[in-house]
């Protein structure tokens, strides 16, 4: 059992310095280096070709792309982006890459020297980026065992469809100064890193895909000291919940260890979703000796400065202005903006509403009832098959009192189940309101005389009772009754 | 600076390869003429040579953003000594960590 330190316990005696290193998955359409696919989840070994396999005799040719889509990351970032770079070769032996080798930049990354600024509880915070570089992903091992982990793992099964794929890492300088919000800290910088490839439309970002991973680098200093402590490298950190886990539980562990007199081992952690600990990883003594030298089968990339200012005018509102701009927008508090991001619904409410919809309703239904659906059908919300304009329309249908709440959550389903448009879904479903007074004065005789003690009790001026004769109402129109007119109606007889 | 044994064995196990003690002893001096010889031309070299990587002094070769044809599963792992579910079979790694 590791022993750790209560948080409060630590920070008494502790100053923790964080640095984060964040793969992201560039969405290319194919590799970095040759033509074969990057679709998720396809055959095993069914989109590998001699290059990315690492045959003898073949030739990698850079994907513009990714490189247009590095530039553009660096940008964002706030970074330098290089006039001139090679690749590098950086050697390791392990089955994950044939070519005993990962195709990298070392020295000459394409982007460096940027930064983010980060509000963390109204606090701003200023995060350093060292350098963006490109490199490509490696394959995917499955180990053959008992226990499934590579120890004990009997052998071990590859498939290379990801090896190639385009990354970009992204490194920050070690994160000084944030006290008790180091993991609120780091997780903010994710989440705005998340936004961020978004935005660009370079990367899908899903945690849960690996189309982004952080890799958290956690040292305690004693508090005054001048230098760092020795840091713990924790990998495997795949979810924002984790990245802000795994940081508070590291803090926890060291500063157990080092009040104790102890030292802090540099070493790989990995972080364990389950129990929300790290546990020691590799433990190789002596540091990893990569041997890196340029890429003697690429050519540098030199960007010229005509290109990097055009792919500077594509760039997007950054994050955070954008979310202040619509939440002024939208009146919408900080708590609702931050269910908007969690479903991934500001992109769809801002479209809703250029289509003219309120903005009170656009953000209702997508976070309420559509990000319900997609989260029951395991999809994203961009995935449904419902578009702004599908859900413009429903609103405008509310707004002109044609259908109601209720009536309108069947249009979306109608919508979803591609019975066409919401006009179309609305006529052949029948679900407009009934605004005809006869047929609901009608149904208001009715359900009076169904239920005589509770109209006795409107007459005597009981009128939270008439609840009751509403829903018997609306029940009997199916719903499609306007609640406001049948409430009148009902006490023009009573009242 | 003369290489050693030592260096040509810890090149040696980065490299995976399996040298005995004599045979470190023997490449050390031998590794060193070529070293030495690298130095000869890194010495003509001055601020106004550029570093070059490259026999060609091209830059930006790059392709389009398109998907071609990859090989087929079986084409693919139809080199590898052992395969299992469309898969490169390897042995247990031993020492590492996933
Ligand atoms: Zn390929």
Request: charge should be negative; glycine fraction near 8%.
């Amino acid at each position: 059992m590791t022993e750790i330190l209560d948080y409060d316990d630590v920070l008494e005696s502790f100053d923790p310095a964080i640095g984060l290193e964040v793969h992201v998955e560039l969405s290319t359409a194919s590799k970095m280096f040759c033509g074969c696919s990057t679709t998720f989840g396809a055959e095993p070994n069914s989109q590998t070709c001699p290059v990315c396999l690492g045959l003898p005799g073949s030739l990698p040719v850079v994907n513009a792309k990714a490189v247009e889509s590095a530039i553009r990351i660096g940008l964002a970032l706030n970074c330098q982006i290089a006039p001139w770079g090679r690749f590098a070769r950086k050697n390791y032996f392990y089955p994950d890459m044939t070519k005993n080798f990962q195709t990298s930049q070392y020295d000459e990354p394409i982007a460096h020297d940027g930064w983010v600024d980060l509000e963390v509880e109204g606090e701003m915070f200023r995060i350093e980026v060292e350098r963006a570089h490109m490199e490509e992903d490696a394959g995917k091992l499955t180990h053959v065992g008992t226990s499934g982990r590579i120890h004990g793992a009997e052998y071990s099964l590859l498939d290379y469809n990801r090896a190639g794929t385009p990354l970009i890492e992204i490194v920050t300088r070690p994160i000084l100064g944030t006290g008790a919000k180091a993991p609120q800290v780091a997780k903010a910088y994710v989440s705005h890193l998340r936004d961020l490839m978004r935005a660009l439309k370079v990367s899908d970002v899903r945690m849960e895909h690996g189309s982004l991973r952080c890799d958290a680098n956690i040292s305690l200093a004693h508090k005054g000291a001048q230098e760092l402590g020795i840091r713990t490298e924790t990998k495997n950190v795949n979810s924002l919940r984790s990245v802000e886990r795994a940081i508070t539980f590291e803090m926890r562990r060291q500063g157990a260890l080092l009040l104790d007199g102890g030292r802090v081992k540099q070493e790989t952690r990995h972080f364990d979703e389950a129990t929300g600990t790290t546990r020691s990883g590799r433990s190789k003594e002596e540091a990893q000796d990569y041997r890196y030298f340029a890429e003697p089968d690429l050519v540098p990339i030199a960007p010229s400065a005509e290109w990097i200012e055009e792919l500077r005018a594509t760039l997007p509102e950054q994050p955070v202005a954008r979310r202040k701009r619509l939440a002024t927008e939208w009146d919408a508090d900080e708590l609702a903006m931050r269910d908007i991001v969690a479903v991934g619904a500001m992109d769809m409410i801002e479209e809703t509403v250029a289509a003219g919809a309120p903005p009170q309703a656009a953000r209702k239904w997508w976070v309420g009832e559509l990000a319900r659906r997609a989260n029951e059908g395991g999809v994203e919300l961009e995935e449904l098959p419902i578009t702004p304009r599908d859900v413009a329309e429903v609103c405008a249908l509310v707004v002109s009192g044609e259908l109601n709440d209720k009536l309108a959550r069947q249009v979306f389903e109608g919508v979803l189940a591609g019975e066409g448009s919401a006009r179309e879904v609305v006529d052949a479903r029948g679900l407009a309101i009934v605004s005809d007074d006869g047929a609901l004065k009608e149904a208001v005789d009715k359900a009076i005389a169904a239920n005589p003690d509770v109209a006795a009790r409107i007459r005597d001026g009981k009128h939270q009772a008439i609840g009751a004769l509403i829903g018997q109402v609306m029940k009997a129109m199916r719903g499609q009754a306007d609640a406001g007119r049948v409430r009148e109606l009902v006490l023009e007889e009573l009242g | 600076m003369a290489l050693t044994a030592d260096d040509v064995a810890r090149l040696a196990g980065l490299a995976r390869l399996h040298l005995t003690e004599a045979e470190c002893a023997e490449l050390a001096p031998e590794l060193d003429i070529i070293l030495s010889s690298v130095d000869q031309v890194a010495a003509v070299a001055r601020d106004d040579i550029p570093m070059m990587t490259h026999a060609l002094p091209l830059t930006n070769v790059m392709r389009d953003d398109v998907v071609t044809p990859s090989l087929t599963p079986e084409q693919a792992l139809s080199g590898a000594p052992a395969t299992e579910d469309g898969r490169f079979r390897v042995p247990q790694i031993l020492g590492e960590d996933a």
